[in-house]
């Protein structure tokens, strides 16, 4: 049971300004109502332009958190875009292999970087929920969908299976103090989605949102971001895909169907499609390039015999569930569940 958090920054740090305090103070409530302990990393509300100067200092927050015998829980604020920056503070002298533990990590979007790190040492994380997109939902209570996973995961240290939303929300378009107690606009959701292939597959689920993921491979945003990740050997090889289930979900920026194309063809040239069981695929934000997105996953991996299972409720649409990474996964479609195992 989960009784003390620390929250950290690894990528963006939106958290420390000013205009994010009113968020800060309800998820800080909200936390406190859980009967848990916060407390935030000496730099995790060190603003954005300090937050971007100081991959140093983010990385050190981590391994500080790592290492806190008191910590049960490492939960992140929100994403960003240049988490790979904490990689040589992380991994030059084994920093991160030596303060690894079996603390709790929660985090998604940018932070699919560092689920990657984790798993490089061998540490298992949680994928689908963070500080500021989650516990401090603007309306008078977090998402209910959102919250149930949550709780479970403090309550029991672990998630044992996960079931589709009946409802989808609509990203918001401001996050004022006017939009506190108003609940985003919802609809009716379809439940989890059989692209192709059998119904029913196993393996670990490793993966997070394809956009990060992206940049690994491409230079458009960061010159260096694809050097430092070969350098380090930060995306897994093909031989450590074998079996496993892959997840892949889309950010905000709801990248274009070329875009998204491309995407799917870094991954196929490192051979990941060729050695997973299945795939899982967050639904989009807002439900932007659905249908395109099922077409191009079914053209590019060009495997009609591997399960592709689409609108798992993790990533960037809310309401978000949480999956873990590292432990035996079953995916049965047809009764609409992922059940986890072996934690």
């Given amino acids: 049971m989960v ?18 305090r009113f968020e800060l103070e309800l998820g800080v409530k909200r936390l406190r109502e859980y009967g848990l302990n916060v407390r935030f990393m000496p730099h995790a509300l060190k603003g954005l332009e300090y937050t971007a100067a100081h991959p140093e200092k983010r990385a050190e927050d981590l391994l500080q958190a790592l290492s806190d015998p008191e910590t049960d829980m490492i939960l992140t604020t929100i994403g960003g875009d240049d988490t790979y920056r904490l990689l040589p503070y992380l991994f030059d002298h084994d920093e991160l292999k030596q303060a690894a533990s079996g603390k709790i990590f929660l985090g998604f979007s940018d932070t699919t970087i560092n689920h990657l790190m984790l798993h490089k040492i061998g540490m298992k994380s949680f994928y689908g929920q963070a500080f500021l997109p989650d516990i401090c939902e603007l309306s008078n209570e977090m998402l209910p969908y959102t919250e149930k996973y949550f709780r479970e995961l403090i309550t029991t240290g672990t998630i044992k299976e996960i079931t589709p939303s009946e409802v989808w929300y609509e990203n918001r378009e401001s996050f004022t103090p006017e ?42 945003r960061y010159s260096d971001m694809p050097e430092l990740i070969r350098k380090y050997q930060l995306f897994p090889g093909k031989e450590d895909w074998q079996g496993r289930i892959l997840l892949l979900e889309t950010s905000e920026e709801k990248p274009s169907p070329e875009k998204y194309k491309r995407s799917l063809e870094y991954l196929k040239e490192t051979g990941v499609f060729e050695a997973v069981s299945g795939v899982l695929i967050g639904k989009p934000m807002d439900e932007t390039y659905t249908e395109e997105y099922k077409r191009l996953l079914a053209e590019v991996i060009a495997r009609p015999e591997l399960p592709i299972v689409c609108n798992i409720n993790v990533g960037h649409a809310a309401p978000r569930c949480i999956i873990p990474f590292g432990v035996e996964a079953v995916v049965d479609a047809e009764k609409q569940v992922i059940r986890f195992s072996g934690q």
């Fill in 3 to 20: 009784k003390n958090i620390a929250v950290v920054s690894l990528s963006s740090g939106l958290a420390g300004e000013p205009f994010a």
């Fill in 179 to 220: 939009q506190l107690g108003k609940p985003p606009v919802s609809h009716p959701d379809r439940g989890f989605e059989l692209l192709q292939g059998p119904p029913v597959f196993s393996g670990r689920i490793l993966g997070g949102c394809i956009c990060s993921m992206y940049d690994m491979w491409n230079c458009e």
